[in-house]
């Protein structure tokens, strides 16, 4: 069985994880698209008697036509949350890289993980990804406690995962925010999507805490990358820890089933 190796970045936007995605990728060299149907949830959607609906008007309109049509509403009790079919993207690299979700066409990043916008999406498509790969990324701002807990209790023995934290201060990822939006031809960047990016700094903070704190599946590492080193220099510096890290898992593999024969 093949040793698999899962790079999960923690970071905001504009802290530079397509960048050190696409040096991990040889620059998206031979991208190449996959897609499949999976019911994901929704904790902001609704259900009731076996439809689905978005908003919670929607519901009350369900009930509305049911009492005109002189249904006994106890009967029909609606529920937040909901469970549907969602069309997840993921992509495969010529160096045999996988990232759990999409690049972009003729050449643009494109945003990696996030372009699957749902949790239950993106962890899906890490699955499909440790199908074909064994050096699967995540690289979107959605890190949550449900990502932590899919990889801490995944089913694939052999399977190490390389938590990497861009530790960006709020100045420099707006600063990034605005000189990446000017370049694009954009001069005005409305406080909404500053807040934005800051609020997912916070959470990406509140993530790692999390993250040192109750991740303890063997083997796995831990690397806070502060503001400062090139994408050049957090490349070069993950390279050997990737390569171990995979070395390690094949280590503890065969040291187990040394164990096993012993006992």
Same mark, same amino acid.
């Given at each position: 069985?093949?040793?698999?190796?899962?790079?999960?970045?923690?970071?905001?936007?504009?802290?530079?994880?397509?960048?050190?995605?696409?040096?991990?990728?040889?620059?998206?060299?031979?991208?190449?698209?996959?897609?499949?149907?999976?019911?994901?949830?929704?904790?902001?959607?609704?259900?009731?008697?076996?439809?689905?609906?978005?908003?919670?008007?929607e519901v009350l309109d369900h009930l509305h036509v049911l009492a005109a049509e002189g249904a006994e509403l106890v009967n029909h009790r609606p529920q937040r949350g909901a469970y549907v079919p969602y069309k997840v993207g993921w992509t495969t690299f010529a160096n045999g890289t996988a990232v759990?979700?999409?690049?972009?066409?003729?050449?643009?990043?494109?945003?990696?993980?996030?372009?699957?916008?749902?949790?239950?999406?993106?962890?899906?498509?890490?699955?499909?990804?440790?199908?074909?790969?064994?050096?699967?990324?995540?690289?979107?701002?959605?890190?949550?406690?449900?990502?932590?807990?899919?990889?801490?209790?995944?089913?694939?023995?052999?399977?190490?995962?390389?938590?990497?934290?861009?530790?960006?201060?709020?100045?420099?990822?707006?600063?990034?925010?605005?000189?990446?939006? !000017?370049?694009?031809?954009? @001069? $005005?960047?409305?406080?909404?999507?500053?807040?934005?990016?800051?609020?997912? /700094?916070? &959470?990406? %903070?509140?993530?790692?805490?999390?993250?040192?704190?109750?991740?303890?599946?063997?083997?796995?590492?831990?690397?806070?990358?502060? !503001?400062?080193?090139?994408? @050049? $220099?957090?490349?070069?510096?993950?390279?050997?820890?990737?390569?171990?890290? /995979?070395? &390690?898992? %094949?280590?503890?593999?065969?040291?187990?089933?040394?164990?096993?024969?012993?006992?």
């Amino acid at each position: 069985m093949n040793n698999k190796v899962v790079l999960a970045m923690v970071a905001s936007g504009a802290a530079g994880k397509t960048t050190l995605r696409r040096m991990l990728t040889n620059q998206d060299a031979g991208a190449e698209k996959h897609f499949g149907m999976h019911n994901c949830f929704y904790s902001n959607h609704f259900s009731c008697c076996g439809l689905n609906f978005k908003t919670k008007d929607e519901v009350l309109d369900h009930l509305h036509v049911l009492a005109a049509e002189g249904a006994e509403l106890v009967n029909h009790r609606p529920q937040r949350g909901a469970y549907v079919p969602y069309k997840v993207g993921w992509t495969t690299f010529a160096n045999g890289t996988a990232v759990c979700g999409l690049n972009g066409k003729d050449g643009h990043p494109g945003t990696g993980a996030d372009s699957n916008r749902n949790i239950d999406a993106i962890n899906y498509a890490i699955d499909k990804c440790l199908e074909v790969s064994d050096f699967v990324i995540f690289d979107g701002v959605m890190s949550s406690k449900r990502l932590v807990a899919h990889l801490a209790t995944h089913p694939y023995p052999n399977l190490t995962v390389i938590w990497v934290y861009l530790n960006v201060s709020p100045e420099t990822v707006l600063k990034r925010l605005l000189a990446r939006r !000017e370049k694009n031809g954009e @001069t $005005e960047t409305s406080d909404k999507t500053k807040n934005g990016v800051l609020k997912f /700094r916070r &959470r990406a %903070e509140k993530m790692w805490k999390f993250i040192k704190e109750n991740y303890a599946r063997e083997p796995y590492t831990l690397i806070d990358i502060p !503001e400062g080193p090139s994408p @050049t $220099e957090i490349y070069e510096q993950l390279q050997p820890i990737i390569s171990n890290s /995979r070395g &390690r898992t %094949e280590e503890l593999s065969v040291h187990e089933m040394l164990q096993g024969s012993a006992d």
